[in-house]
């Protein structure tokens, strides 16, 4: 069964520009999550997926970013304009979504997109 | 608020010694909690997971991890390090569907 994939797996773009990122999650797996590293820093939650529905986005950092799951499967990050502290490792993580009531559940990462603005 | 803290930024062993990379996390429950690994070039890969079944929790490679409520710990140790361990560890702990990570372990083993 293949796992979580990212494309592409470097980018690198001027400030300013566009980028989209892209991620293919496990099949089957209702549940996707993005979640980014900034150099140096913790991996962060940015927002989570259900089928097509964003259940939670409470970690965008702000409205240069924008998440679509178009018919529950693919889903694609796009920054617009970039900016130089959107530099990071971009993952994304999917989940079946049938864990045990009251517990998180496990999440599958994909390999991750580097990000570099200059 | 939420948070997991790694207590070592930087763990190195010798090839065959035991390896503890510490974890804690606040919190006013018990949350999930997972340790991830991240080799070079390659993505998170699940270790091992706490779901309040037993509190030692065998995870894959020979890892385990112990929770401890009392101390709202979750260190994960090895009795024998292997070259193929050096890796970054991640310690998270899921509230709701959210993981919350810790900043990370760089584990180095010498020869």
């Known amino acids: 069964e293949a796992g979580v994939t990212q494309f592409p797996s470097h980018s690198v773009i001027e400030k300013g520009q566009t980028v989209t990122l892209r991620c293919d999650p496990i099949s089957g797996h209702d549940n996707l999550y993005w979640y980014r590293r900034v150099m140096g820093k913790e991996i962060k939650f940015l927002l989570h997926f259900v089928k097509e529905s964003k259940q939670d986005e409470s970690g965008m950092p702000n409205n240069r970013f924008l998440a679509e799951r178009t018919g529950g499967t693919y889903s694609t990050l796009k920054v617009q304009p970039a900016e130089l502290e959107d530099s990071g490792v971009y993952f994304c993580?999917?989940?079946?979504?049938?864990?045990?009531?009251?517990?998180?559940?496990?999440?599958?990462f994909g390999p991750g997109t580097r990000l570099t603005v200059l | 608020a939420q948070s997991v803290t790694q207590l070592d930024s930087h763990v190195s062993v010798s090839e065959g010694t035991p390896v503890l990379l510490r974890c804690n996390y606040s919190?006013?429950?018990?949350?999930?909690l997972f340790w991830y690994v991240q080799h070079p070039n390659k993505g998170l890969q699940l270790l091992l997971k706490?779901?309040?079944?037993?509190?030692l929790v065998k995870g894959i490679n020979g890892f385990e991890a112990e929770f401890k409520k009392s101390e709202t710990s979750f260190h994960l140790t090895k009795p024998s390090a292997h070259m193929s361990d050096a890796a970054e560890y991640f310690c998270?702990?899921?509230?709701?569907?959210?993981?919350?990570f810790g900043a990370g372990t760089i584990l180095r083993v010498k020869s």
């Open positions: 993580a999917s989940s079946q979504g049938y864990g045990l009531a009251g517990h998180t559940d496990t999440q599958y």
């Open positions: 706490y779901t309040s079944a037993a509190t």
């Open positions: 998270a702990a899921g509230y709701g569907n959210k993981l919350v």
């Open positions: 919190s006013s429950y018990s949350p999930s």
